[in-house]
């Protein structure tokens, strides 16, 4: 027999964390996944971030880490349970839904709130897959101290704020940054595009991509091409840093709720509630356009006063 809860909360991402807050003092008892490996690990992205330097309330930053955790700590003393462990898939043809966790287990709620977040988008290359964690990354906070890594050159990929982040971030082990961008233009925010031009030890290579990672045991190099000439280049550097947007984490859902042409699930304006009624969505797994700890936080707050509205209006918190 699947067991029967109010309201599950998938992901634990300040979305996930934040509608646990708000639903555990609501006196509805959540049962949260945090996940344990599908798509990064539980935490969501802060927990591989330094700093924290734009979550208010913190005048002198917070590191990631330790913001994620303090959630965490909140949502469980207001009573939020919490399952470490992936979900697996959602059926969602109606009330109650069907949660499934990794191990097999069925859970049933009425009100379920998808905060599954989003996966850093990798190169699609055999000469990725070969080298990843031999010099290749898609995390600088996580392994740009490695020794691997400390006084050579290394290269970002990618042109948005992560990009200038991870380069700025690698800056104190490297001798030297490139970012490599496939346009003569960066798509950072202003301050951020400063940041990296100013920088001394940063280098933008403009309209280059990556055609192949050159490296046996260990990435020795990239090779480049040029989106204008087509000029090939190779690019010597022991380490390379993917920072190219990231893919929403909807695929548990296996299409049945509406989402977008690349996978974010759509939600209606000033909402979080989704094509499913019962069925909420919050943080980046709905947001392609601020993907923010604290716009991911707001939405877990709104799911969690929707989805507590909704059980209520249809007699499922009796
Ligand atoms: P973005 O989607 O903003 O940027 C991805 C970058 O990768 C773009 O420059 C894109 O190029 C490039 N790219 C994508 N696919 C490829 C590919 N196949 N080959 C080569 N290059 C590729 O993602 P970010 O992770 O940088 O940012 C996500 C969101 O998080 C944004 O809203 C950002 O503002 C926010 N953010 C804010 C931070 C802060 O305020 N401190 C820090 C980090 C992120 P192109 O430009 O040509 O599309």
Redesign the pocket.
């Known amino acids: 027999m699947p067991e029967k809860e109010k309201i599950i909360i998938i992901g634990s991402g300040p979305a996930g964390l934040t509608a646990a807050i708000y639903a555990s003092r609501a006196d509805i008892g959540p049962l949260l996944f945090e996940g344990f490996q599908t798509g990064g690990m539980p935490g969501g992205q802060l927990m591989t971030t330094g700093k924290v330097e ?1 979550f208010p309330g913190f005048p002198d930053g917070v590191d990631g880490q330790e913001l994620m955790m303090n959630m965490r700590r909140q949502a469980e003393n207001h009573g939020c349970r919490i399952v470490t462990e992936d979900v697996s898939e959602v059926k969602c043809d109606g009330c109650p839904f069907t949660v499934v966790s990794s191990s097999g287990t069925e859970y049933e709620s009425c009100g379920v709130i998808i905060a599954t977040g989003a996966t850093a ?1 990798r ?1 699609p290359y055999e000469s990725e897959k070969k080298l990843w964690g031999k010099g290749i990354s898609a995390c600088a906070v996580c392994d740009g101290g490695l020794p691997i890594f400390r006084n050579k050159e290394l290269a970002v ?7 200038v ?1 991870e380069a700025a971030h690698l800056t104190r082990f490297g001798s030297k940054v490139y970012m490599i ?3 003569d233009e ?4 202003k301050v ?1 595009q400063e940041r990296a031009m100013k920088h001394p030890k940063i280098e933008i290579l403009w309209n280059k ?1 990556v055609e192949e990672f050159l490296g046996d045991e260990a990435l020795r190099g990239l090779k480049l091409k040029d989106t204008k000439t087509g000029e090939l280049s190779e690019l010597p550097v022991a380490g390379a840093f993917e ?4 893919i929403p984490n909807s695929e548990i859902l296996h299409g049945c709720v509406q989402t977008d042409g690349s996978g974010y699930i759509i939600t209606r304006p000033d909402s979080t509630a989704t094509s499913v009624e019962g069925l909420f969505a919050a943080g980046d797994v709905q947001d392609s ?4 700890a604290v716009s991911a936080a707001g939405s877990g707050c709104m799911a969690a006063i929707e989805a507590e509205r909704w059980l209520q209006d249809k007699g499922h918190l009796a």
């Open positions: 734009n988008r190169l990929i990618g042109g948005g704020d992560s990009a982040e961008h496939r346009r960066l798509r950072a925010s951020m991509v920072a190219i947007g990231h356009k601020y993907r923010q």
